[in-house]
């Protein structure tokens, strides 16, 4: 494949005009810098605004304005229902089957909301499994929910170490970690794609895992989620957790989703009850006795929030006409075409932190600038200075995504002859 790669940008410019997503780009909006656009490779943060959020934000506020308490039962898309209206396609981006996924809450929120019906410490078994220098949301929640219980974080937290070069994990670790402790680990808490490294887990392969021991398996999907290919259902995970500010486009804080699998459908185990997870033919009878819902719905707890989840459903239209395979198909390449810039043209600068193997990744490459953190900062900030717009991750990474449903092949070349030009600077 690198082989057909080439530093030119005649060569980008005609991969872009031959690409049959290119017009999907069109319908955001690319922050400007100076006199033209952005080069915005920061998807893996926050990605971009749809044009149609706009009007669509402006149809609930007319029908807020126009109808008042009557917008819950009228209007083109009732509220009373409106998360069902992303319910189809979000299951297809996360590939689950509707009743097991449900748009709400955060990532955090959800994150305690799962761990409360599938933390279940007992005195034997109450350890939980997760990467070291995992994102502090994931930290901050196990380590407290284990000290709601009772136990001791530094004897029932157990950090999974890396044994690859750059801090990533193979297979072989997970295992070694589950034969050493599987009968004392309560649950497996890892990412989709660990946030620093960008690597991608096989969501299947720990799942059995973690069964095989005893253990439940659930993932934090923040970084995975519109970026993968995910296929929940059939990888027999417990549960999983996402926020949709990134790769789903849904803006700032947007509501983030839940996925749990249908043999919990009706659990017996416990959870926090919300009036809007009680079974919705009986919801407005306002009995004393919680019914839950079947499926992830019962994990509400509040009725949904329109303005927010508008901006979601816009999204998700999008990810449906895109197509999650063609996404992928892009991403390969592109991704491909950036790291071939950086191993042909860029050597001599930068070393790519994220596994070689597509398999293992996603949209996401996670750089470092050779001769320490002030060198990579120093370039950093060149690179935003100049409109490459990037994120920093401490202590010394730098992460370029280019997301396929916006990013072209002219702005990973764009990207290479900035960092061109800032090493030239000496």
């Given at each position: 494949?690198?082989?057909?790669?080439?530093?030119?940008?005649?060569?980008?410019?005609?991969?872009?005009?031959?690409?049959?997503?290119?017009?999907?780009?069109?319908?955001?909006?690319?922050?400007?810098?100076?006199?033209?656009?952005?080069?915005?490779?920061?998807?893996?943060?926050?990605?971009?605004?749809?044009?149609?959020?706009?009007?669509?934000?402006?149809?609930?506020?007319?029908?807020?304005?126009?109808?008042?308490?009557?917008?819950?039962?009228?209007?083109?898309?009732?509220?009373?229902?409106?998360?069902?209206?992303?319910?189809?396609?979000?299951?297809?981006?996360?590939?689950?089957?509707?009743?097991?996924?449900?748009?709400?809450?955060?990532?955090?929120?959800?994150?305690?909301?799962?761990m409360v019906s599938f933390y279940?410490?007992?005195?034997?078994?109450?350890?939980?499994?997760?990467?070291?220098?995992?994102?502090?949301?994931?930290?901050?929640?196990?380590?407290?929910?284990v000290r709601f219980h009772g136990?001791?974080?530094?004897?029932?937290?157990?950090?999974?170490?890396?044994?690859?070069?750059?801090?990533?994990?193979?297979?072989?670790?997970?295992?070694?970690?589950?034969?050493?402790?599987?009968?004392?680990?309560?649950?497996?808490?890892?990412?989709?794609?660990?946030?620093?490294?960008?690597?991608?887990?096989?969501?299947?392969?720990?799942?059995?895992?973690?069964?095989?021991?005893?253990?439940?398996?659930?993932?934090?999907?923040?970084?995975?989620?519109?970026?993968?290919?995910?296929?929940?259902?059939?990888?027999?995970?417990?549960?999983?957790?996402?926020?949709?500010?990134?790769?789903?486009?849904?803006?700032?804080?947007?509501?983030?989703?839940?996925?749990?699998?249908?043999?919990?459908?009706?659990?017996?185990?416990?959870?926090?009850?919300?009036?809007?997870?009680?079974?919705?033919?009986?919801?407005?009878?306002?009995?004393?006795?919680?019914?839950?819902?079947?499926?992830?719905?019962?994990?509400?707890?509040?009725?949904?929030?329109?303005?927010?989840?508008?901006?979601?459903?816009?999204?998700?239209?999008?990810?449906?006409?895109?197509?999650?395979?063609?996404?992928?198909?892009?991403?390969?390449?592109?991704?491909?075409?950036?790291?071939?810039?950086?191993?042909?043209?860029?050597?001599?600068?930068?070393?790519?932190?994220?596994?070689?193997?597509?398999e293992r990744r996603g949209a996401?490459?996670?750089?470092?600038?050779?001769?320490?953190?002030?060198?990579?900062?120093?370039?950093?900030?060149?690179?935003?200075?100049?409109?490459?717009?990037?994120?920093?991750?401490?202590?010394?990474?730098?992460?370029?995504?280019?997301?396929?449903?916006?990013?072209?092949?002219?702005?990973?070349?764009?990207?290479?002859?900035?960092?061109?030009?800032?090493?030239?600077?000496?």
């Amino acid at each position: 494949m690198s082989a057909a790669y080439e530093a030119t940008l005649a060569w980008a410019q005609a991969q872009d005009a031959a690409d049959p997503l290119r017009g999907f780009r069109d319908e955001f909006l690319i922050p400007p810098h100076e006199d033209r656009e952005s080069f915005y490779f920061c998807g893996n943060s926050l990605g971009l605004q749809p044009r149609a959020v706009r009007p669509a934000l402006s149809a609930e506020l007319d029908y807020w304005g126009e109808l008042g308490v009557e917008g819950h039962f009228k209007g083109r898309l009732p509220w009373m229902d409106y998360h069902e209206f992303v319910r189809d396609d979000l299951a297809s981006v996360v590939g689950a089957l509707p009743h097991e996924v449900v748009a709400m809450n955060t990532l955090g929120v959800n994150l305690h909301l799962m761990m409360v019906s599938f933390y279940r410490p007992t005195p034997e078994r109450h350890a939980i499994l997760i990467e070291a220098g995992s994102f502090p949301t994931d930290r901050y929640a196990v380590e407290s929910q284990v000290r709601f219980h009772g136990f001791d974080p530094a004897t029932a937290l157990i950090e999974l170490e890396s044994d690859q070069p750059n801090g990533t994990i193979s297979m072989e670790a997970i295992e070694r970690v589950l034969a050493e402790h599987g009968p004392r680990i309560a649950l497996v808490m890892l990412p989709g794609i660990q946030y620093r490294t960008g690597q991608a887990f096989d969501l299947a392969a720990i799942t059995r895992l973690a069964n095989r021991h005893g253990c439940m398996a659930g993932f934090d999907l923040a970084h995975a989620v519109g970026n993968l290919p995910l296929q929940l259902h059939d990888s027999g995970a417990d549960f999983a957790i996402w926020c949709s500010y990134k790769y789903l486009n849904s803006g700032p804080g947007a509501v983030g989703g839940a996925f749990v699998h249908e043999r919990h459908a009706r659990t017996t185990l416990p959870r926090f009850a919300g009036w809007w997870g009680h079974d919705k033919t009986t919801r407005f009878q306002m009995g004393p006795h919680f019914e839950p819902t079947y499926g992830a719905d019962g994990w509400q707890l509040s009725n949904p929030p329109i303005l927010a989840l508008a901006p979601l459903r816009v999204s998700l239209e999008i990810f449906r006409r895109a197509g999650m395979q063609r996404l992928r198909e892009k991403s390969l390449r592109l991704t491909g075409y950036l790291e071939w810039l950086v191993h042909s043209e860029l050597n001599q600068v930068l070393e790519v932190v994220t596994p070689g193997d597509p398999e293992r990744r996603g949209a996401q490459l996670s750089i470092r600038v050779l001769g320490g953190r002030a060198r990579g900062r120093s370039l950093f900030e060149y690179l935003m200075e100049h409109g490459v717009i990037g994120d920093w991750r401490e202590p010394d990474v730098i992460r370029i995504s280019p997301t396929p449903l916006y990013n072209r092949f002219a702005d990973c070349l764009a990207f290479a002859e900035v960092v061109r030009r800032w090493a030239q600077r000496g």
